[in-house]
């Protein structure tokens, strides 16, 4: 690699628009943000229909047209399989022979909804993020379903067991311990690595107005969270019959430091010298000191709008 790897900025996985000129035989590239050049690396068979869920330690998370997920390492082909889609736990009975209706799902209770593969696996997996390397044993948790409940697995598992029941917005690996943050701004923080991890509360709501996303992000100040507001739009497309399109924008963005000594959020206006990337991967942060003409205090996101792309929404 033509950097040293403490002077590599992360890759972003872009999608190819001239598959035969690149000539990797891949719908997917990496854009190097040092080199400003796309790369093709060593994904998987692209007529698989792979969709992306993660990213953690430099392998990324994938699932195919079939439902199965696995993490791959881009730089050597190496692949890991997890359990797939339909051994999570609110999967009641899968029927590859029921086109459209292949799934059957039962979430908090309620009765037995019949799910297509398609939109069980465009809108049903949220993101999965690693502890560590899949070099090494691993957990793997899942944000998934319609109320957004944690899952785990262990290297190895056949299956993925039901860790939390719902209302999730992120979960980062901070210090061996694995912390989540609750789409109404409560937190809280397991031992993933033991024979029974548990959720234990670890902050009192934090009240939220109007945003699509919230996100946690180990720095150089310690474990933040960090807030994204949206603003929504429409414009006029069609010229016959006046048809609309509707936008969304990402306004602005506030972040909060955790206290441990108080358990409490607090507000700060700097990240310092701190470049912070958001989106499906695991959200990390890295010091613009050792990449001249970068700054720091900035954040690099990605659209991970699930909710919005389901009704129909486009925007960044």
Known sequence: MPHQKQHLLP?????LKNK????SGTSFGFFDPLERKVH?????????????????????????KNNSICVINPLTGVQVQLPPRTKFPDVVNYRADKPGNEYGIRENGRRLVTVSKDDVRNYLIEKVVLSSSPDEDFV??????????????????KKWSLLDRGGWSDVIFHQQQLYALACDGNAMVCDIHS?????????????KDLISNSYLVQSSVGLIMVQRYLSYTSEIIGVV???????????SFRIFKLDTNRGEWYEIQSIDDDMLFLGWNSSF????????????????FTDNNLVSHYQ?????
Do not use: Q
């Open 20 to 23: 035969t000129e690149i000539g």
């Open 285 to 300: 942060s890295m010091s613009c000191k050792n990449f001249p003409g970068h700054t720091g205090n900035c954040i690099y």
């Open 140 to 157: 793997a948790v899942a944000i998934y379903g319609e109320f957004a409940r944690l899952a785990y697995c262990k290297r190895g598992d």
């Open 312 to 316: 129909g929404l486009i925007g960044l």
């Open 11 to 15: 890759w972003l996985l872009v999608p």
């Open 241 to 251: 019959d006046s048809s609309s399109r509707h936008m969304y924008n990402t306004s």
């Open 40 to 64: 093709c690396l060593k994904l998987s068979d692209p007529h698989k229909g792979m969709l992306f869920r993660g990213s953690s330690h430099g392998w990324a998370v994938h699932i195919d």
């Open 195 to 207: 024979s029974l991890p548990k959720m234990s509360a670890l902050l009192s709501k934090l009240r």
